[in-house]
């Protein structure tokens, strides 16, 4: 029998379960339709980030970020290029922090750009700072075990 691997729909908040062995097929949520591992970043409010770092299966790669931070706005096309390296074994999303304050205090934030790696619940790894895309990339395999 076919592992299930759960993953949350980062545009509507559906944890929704797909087959392993399908993950490159190019799965959707069940709910809204949207895809669920397309390579690309998404933009985060709190709620849907509670639940997807609490339940996915694959790594969620979270960029805490603010429009004002220049480190933030360089590093956010590499981040995208990360995003697409990786796909489909890791997801890559951001949430703004200006937006949600609070969230920078749930997390223990204290400085930005920084990417924080969570998988079922539990947070594997943090990075302050501005890298490129490779750098991103060479963290993730050595904090998450994927080899993509």
């Not at 603010?66 to 697409?84: I, L, Q």
């Not at 749930?106 to 943090?126: S, V």
């Not at 060479?138 to 998450?144: E, G, I, N, W, Y």
Request: proline fraction near 7%.
């Amino acid at each position: 029998m076919t592992k299930q691997v759960k993953l949350t729909c980062l545009d509507c908040g559906a944890v929704n379960r797909v087959p392993q062995d399908k993950l490159s097929a190019g799965p959707k949520c069940g709910v809204c339709g949207s895809k669920l591992l397309d390579g690309k970043v998404k933009e985060l409010d709190p709620k849907i980030l509670a639940k997807a770092k609490k339940n996915d299966d694959i790594p969620l790669v979270v960029d805490f970020w603010a429009p004002w931070c220049g480190p933030c706005r360089m590093m956010a096309p590499e981040f995208a290029k990360a995003a697409r390296n990786m796909a489909p074994n890791v997801r890559f999303a951001k949430i703004n922090t200006e937006d949600y304050p609070k969230v920078s205090t749930d997390h223990g934030i204290r400085g930005i750009p920084l990417l924080i790696a969570f998988r079922a619940g539990r947070e594997l790894a943090r990075q302050a700072g501005a890298m490129p895309a490779q750098q991103i990339e060479a963290f993730l395999r050595a904090k998450t075990g994927v080899k993509a």
